[in-house]
């Protein structure tokens, strides 16, 4: 019970200050990491948000768990990053 209240708590507190923030800081934060395609407007404000909130409360309340999401992720594009290149190498484009 007391991780949740502290989930919500800190996923409140993200969303707060994320929204309101929005102009100074978390917009230009975004537009810096991700792609043009999924760039941050002002119509993406609540939906940036609310995922920044509950990737945020999550990281706060169980970082080992996100540690190894993120380890699992970055090996998951390693492989098929590699696959990806073989299959480019032996493929007979000509």
Sequence with gaps: MTEIIIWLIAFALILFFSIKMWETNVSAG?????PRVIKSGDDNRWIWSVALAVLGATTLVRPIDMLLTVIVLAILALVIKK???WA????NLH
């Design 88 to 91: 480019m190498g032996r493929a």
């Design 83 to 85: 696959v990806t290149g």
């Design 30 to 34: 975004l537009n810096k990491v991700v």
